[in-house]
């Protein structure tokens, strides 16, 4: 049944991934080792990977006093790593014990962050304030059936001269079956309006089993995510795609400096993510 294309309403879909996010806080609790936190330096992997990049299309390249809404933020250890890199961070969820455990953290650690709590879909109307930089990273817009309504929420957060930055799993890799022992595409590449139906107690994290094991993702093209980001009005600044991830999408993949990646033999054939910058003007 994994994987399987399923008609599904919006509504629906969201209610079964909630309870989803909200069974995994626990587990990533520990999975994300937040004692790190402690150390008042460290910051997580996902943020000392994407700030080299997002850094030069900054003003004077720092995010020094710069206002920052991190969407699907989830227990907020990127948005304090974050702030520590110097920006006033807004961060945005759907799950009410994410952001409990997120502000938690936050207060342990000294750090100053808002916690939102909405869909990403709804974050213009629910969020207060205008935006330097909108930023969104790993494992987002999968959970999301409708990319124009999401690139509008982008659009209309950004103050004039503001900056999106998204890292994300790329669409190729998504495509192909993590279970096969080879590269093997199994799943559709380009989306029809249809869910990809999952029932999987385990998370990309840590050990445990979550209660509510349904989820409902949607694919998305590179296409659509760049055209949805235009129709929306946002320039285009730089487009990359990457050979690394931050978590093992198949038990065949290798662990590499800061992710894991394919064999070697085969690191050249597929992008394992994509970065995107764009501009509002």
Known sequence: ?????????WDTARRANQQNWDDRVPLHEVAYGLDAFDDPSHLSDVVSDDLPVLRRFLPDGTLEGLDLCHLQCHIGTD????????????????????????????????????????????????????????????GTICWLADLDRWAAQIHDL???????????GHPALLALDEEAPELTIRYPYFGD?????????????????????????????????????????????????????????????????????????ERHLVPCTYTIVARKD
């Open 79 to 138: 948005t304090i790593s974050l702030a520590r890199s110097g920006a006033v961070v807004t961060g945005v969820d759907f799950s009410a014990p994410a952001l409990h455990t997120a502000a938690a953290l936050a207060d342990r650690t000294g750090v100053s962050a808002t916690w939102v709590e909405t869909d990403v879909l709804d974050a213009r109307a629910a969020v207060s304030g205008d935006f330097d930089v909108v930023y969104t990273s790993i």
């Open 193 to 265: 309006g249809r869910a990809q139906l999952w029932d999987d107690d385990s998370t990309y994290a840590g050990d445990g089993k979550v209660a509510h094991p349904r989820t409902y993702e949607w694919p998305h093209p590179l296409s659509e995510i760049l055209g949805a980001l235009l129709r929306a009005g946002l320039r285009l600044l730089h487009v990359d795609e990457g050979t690394t991830l931050p978590w093992r999408f198949s038990q065949r993949m290798v662990e590499v400096p800061r992710g894991f990646a394919w064999p070697e033999a």
């Open 1 to 9: 049944m994994n994987g399987q294309d399923v008609e599904i309403d």
């Open 158 to 168: 950004l103050r004039s001269g503001g900056t999106f930055f998204i890292r994300d």
